[in-house]
Structures are given as C-alpha cells and as structure tokens.
C-alpha cells in the first residue's frame, strides 16, 4: 500500500492543501519539462501510457473498500491529464527542434484550460467522473486532458495564423 500511496499522492503532493488537484497539475509540469528534455516527445507520451496504467493500479489500491473513488489526495490523476494536455507543445518542440519553453504562452494555456475542464467536468470528462472506480478516476482527467490538448491546439492556430 505504501508505494501505491506515493505513486497515487505523486509522493505527497496530493496532501497539500488548498486545492490538492492544482498542485497535482502544477507539479506535472516541471515533470513534463524534464521528460521533454530527456527524450522528446516519444519520452513525454510512453510516461503518460506508463503513468496510467501505474496511477490506475495506485487508485484501484488506494480506494478498495471505500465509498470514495476519487478523494482529493490522489492526484496522480491530474498529472496525467496535464502531462496529455501538454503533447501539442512537445511534438511542436521536438518536430521543429525548439527550445519547448520559447512556447510558454501554450503552457499557460494548456494548464488554465486543463483545470478547467478538470473542474467543469463537460461531457465525457463528467461521464468518466460518474464511473465510481479507479478507472473513471483516471479517464476523466485523460478525457480533460484531451480536450485541453485540442484547445491549445487551436489557440495556436489561431494565434499564429492558420493558412
């Protein structure tokens, strides 16, 4: 249980409070800066595949035998959600060979939109929620995350010109 309460805590970062969620997205993205730094984009997407499936088996493991299925520590959720949000920049940096914090408008926005869909819970981001497991604890935040990804996107286009 210890391990699958760091990985879900995102090693006690889900037990700071105000707003646990936020410095759970907040924290993701130092995280991605470095995944990107290592191994580009291909490094960010196989961190968030493994994240998953590793934040759904800490999740499963951290809400078996409770009503909850989705208390306010486990944060390992948002991570991945912001670490999806964020692949419209990574493949940008890594496809053109820039420096990926020349992007910083993109990471703000990309944040911003993510906890808002986060928050807001539209469509499949509130049919997730409404799962109840530790599987629908993860998608909702995936489903978030997607959607924030594809705002950036087009707050992209939009901002340089789509031609």
């Known amino acids: ?11 006690g970062v889900g037990y700071v409070r105000p707003a646990p969620g936020t ?12 995944l990107h730094v ?8 196989a961190g968030i595949v493994i994240g998953f499936f590793k934040g759904w088996w800490a999740t499963a493991k951290m809400t078996a035998g409770s009503v909850d299925h989705d208390p306010s520590e486990i ?3 948002e991570v991945i959600g912001q670490w999806i949000a964020l692949l419209p920049l990574s493949w940008a940096a890594w496809t ?6 020349v ?3 993109g990471w703000i926005a990309a944040f911003v939109l993510f906890r808002l869909f986060d928050i807001w819970k539209p469509g499949p981001v509130g049919w997730a ?8 604890t993860m998608l909702d935040d995936v489903f978030a995350g997607v959607i924030a990804a594809l705002f950036v996107v087009i707050l992209a286009g939009l901002y340089h010109g789509v031609g």
């Not at 391990?3 to 995102?10: D, N, R």
């Not at 929620?129 to 629908?136: C, E, S, T, V, Y």
């Open 96 to 101: 053109m060979a820039l420096d990926i914090l």
């Open 129 to 136: 929620d409404r799962r109840g497991d530790a599987l629908g």
């Open 23 to 34: 410095w759970g997205s907040l924290v993701a993205l130092p995280w991605a800066w470095l």
């Open 103 to 105: 992007m910083w408008p």
């Open 75 to 77: 944060v390992v959720d």
């Open 38 to 45: 290592l191994g580009g984009f291909p490094l960010l997407l």
């Open 1 to 11: 249980m210890r391990i699958a309460t760091l990985i879900g805590t995102v090693l």
